[in-house]
């Protein structure tokens, strides 16, 4: 029969307590609140995680944009210039985890939107972890351009990737959000939006 030294044993006993600890904090995590942007601080979203603005210069295309945030509303507007045979775009991302790790969307049912459009075209996308291509779920947002705001629901069901296999978003695994301006010839746009929230 085996018989654990004293040192042991306490070794032991800590081990177990840590464990105890880690498993206690993780049923006990604060849920993925409901609101993920009001625009209230000038470069933070709600989560107090920096916005992210990115174009298709990485694929080799000239689009431009420019972001101003005032009085709980965010104004995006510059100009898509694709590569030659390519789409061109902006991406205004709102992450949800500060290394990009996954979060529980689950409880939810899909995005809301207050949005308002006055030229170009725009989707919003659900970034998840479990897309590697950056193929991500994504839908158009269709508003009439008649300078005002408009509220839009985007069910998770509704989503679709552009080129990959139709897989339904895991919503256990959403790591941020992306409203993206994009065109396939040059033509300007400029968006506003005063909340992005989940349902």
Known sequence: MTRFKPAKVTILKKLTFMAAVVCASSAFAAPLAPHIDTFDDA????????????????????????????????????EIVPARGQLGWVSYVLPLDIEGGAQDASPYEGLVLRV?????????????????????????????????????KVPFVSLKRAWSEQTPLNPKTVNGISIVAYAVQPEPFDVSLDSVSFY
């Open 43 to 78: 470069a933070n979203n709600q989560l107090n995680l920096p916005r992210q603005l990115l174009t298709d210069a990485v694929m080799g295309g000239g689009s431009s944009a420019t972001q101003s945030v005032e009085r709980g509303v965010v104004t995006l507007q510059g």
């Open 116 to 152: 308002k459009l006055t030229k170009g075209n725009l989707s919003v996308s659900v970034n998840s972890t479990e897309v590697t291509n950056f193929d991500y779920h994504a839908a158009p947002i269709t508003v009439t351009q008649d300078g005002e705001f408009h509220e839009v």
